[in-house]
């Protein structure tokens, strides 16, 4: 646990209380495959409402999910968008396409949890700079 702590708060924007409420939420890295099905645990996978051809809303975070992962997530998110750079480029290209804010915090806590992710699946601490190429 204390190995998985430090790789977590090699992250830009964890810090080593985060990093133990994330370990104790997801518990078990290992039960998930990707990615995606630890953002859908989370809850933080777009929902899309929509009725038929004359309704149609915007699309939100689902929140069908761990609701305490989110709040854990919620002021890292807001850390790492000033000293994460992946995540600082991430949210000027957002910022750009006209999203507001929250949907922009909403989008960095996703794409924080996928390092997370990473970083815990790889066994390697972050490195900025390390971009996997899909096969």
Same mark, same amino acid.
């Given at each position: ?37 630890? *953002?859908?645990?989370?809850? &933080? !996978?777009?929902?899309?409402? +929509?009725?038929? #051809?004359? =309704? ?32 600082? *480029?991430?949210?000027?290209? &957002? !910022?750009?396409?006209?999203? +507001?804010?929250? #949907?922009? =915090? ?30």
């Amino acid at each position: 646990m204390k190995s998985q702590r430090d790789l977590l708060t090699s992250i830009p924007g964890i810090a080593e209380l985060t990093a133990t409420v994330l370990l104790a939420e997801i518990r078990d890295i290992s039960a998930f495959d990707t990615a995606d099905q630890l *953002a859908a645990f989370a809850g &933080l !996978t777009p929902r899309e409402f +929509s009725s038929g #051809s004359s =309704i149609h809303g915007k699309p939100r975070l689902s929140k069908i999910g761990n609701s305490r992962l989110r709040k854990a997530l919620f002021m890292p998110a807001i850390v790492a968008r000033r000293y994460n750079s992946p995540i600082a *480029a991430f949210c000027d290209r &957002l !910022t750009a396409k006209g999203k +507001s804010k929250m #949907s922009v =915090i909403g989008a960095v806590m996703h794409k924080l949890l996928r390092q997370v992710f990473g970083v815990l699946k790889s066994q390697r601490s972050f490195d900025p700079n390390f971009v996997q190429i899909s096969s």
